[in-house]
């Protein structure tokens, strides 16, 4: 296993995958707090952290199937934010026999069609390089990073955006593997039991990907209030007290 990964905790495993543009401390105030009750996994995505960067296009699904089978586990509640909750809902069509619940934080959906107010925002932010500093001020101006920039870990949210900036110069590929057809067009076939939480401070197509989810068959949406996207570092208290109610339900 060539993926950097952190293991605290015992008992039922609980994997946790971090939101693009950031790490396995996306999860530094949840996971100690998972981990007074579960087995809990934290790990580097290919290409962030600690994990080696991809020579060739990453499949994230792939190197989630090869984590498990190295730490032994036959099934996990996958716990994934932004990206990593596109990755843990991928997972869960791809191999719905190795994940026990599926916690979603404010993620992304694979074939979900981007707003062209995104697509326009997304393109400023990349006309802003090879000026870093520029390019951190433009990918945080917006609504859904209102609340974590007047938050004492403002700085750590910097820190690991400013790595993966840095780290994404010696990625050799920035294209990835998803499994086809698209998740949107699955939802309907996903087995495990599904909680989605979301901020009230989240941009419009972040709001419009949770309402997709819905059509999973056992799904419940839960808001957290004066939260944003990054709702793992700012309510890691409340985040921490659905998942448990949930995963011991």
């Not at 994997?15 to 996994?41: C, E, F, I, N």
């Not at 707003?115 to 101006?141: G, H, L, T």
């Not at 495990?192 to 068959?217: F, H, K, Q, W």
């Amino acid at each position: 296993m060539d993926l950097y990964y952190e293991v605290s905790g015992s008992g039922k495993p609980v994997v946790l995958l971090h939101s693009g543009g950031a790490d396995l401390r996306d999860w530094t105030y949840v996971a100690p707090l998972l981990a007074q009750h579960y087995k809990v996994v934290a790990f580097d995505g290919r290409g962030a952290g600690k994990s080696p960067s991809p020579l060739e296009p990453a499949n994230y699904v792939a190197d989630l199937l090869a984590l498990l089978d190295h730490l032994g586990f036959e099934k996990a509640a996958l716990v994934g934010h932004s990206m990593g909750g596109r990755i843990a809902a991928d997972f869960a069509l791809e191999c719905p026999d190795r994940v026990s619940e599926l916690v979603l934080v404010g993620p992304s959906l694979s074939g979900f069609n981007l707003s062209q107010e995104f697509q326009d925002w997304m393109q400023w932010i990349n006309e802003a390089f090879p000026d870093i500093d520029k390019v951190i001020e433009r990918s945080f101006d917006a609504p859904s990073y209102r609340i974590i920039k007047s938050s004492e870990h403002w700085e750590l949210m910097l820190d690991m955006f400013r790595h993966h900036l840095k780290k994404t110069s010696e990625w050799g590929s920035f294209e990835s593997i998803w499994p086809e057809p698209p998740a949107i067009e699955r939802l309907g076939e996903l087995v495990p039991r599904t909680m989605l939480l979301i901020g009230d401070e989240e941009l419009p197509d972040n709001v419009r990907m949770a309402e997709c989810y819905r059509e999973i068959p056992d799904f419940r949406l839960v808001t957290v209030p004066g939260a944003d996207h990054m709702v793992t570092l700012t309510h890691p208290d409340e985040l921490c007290r659905h998942i448990i109610r949930f995963l011991g339900e």
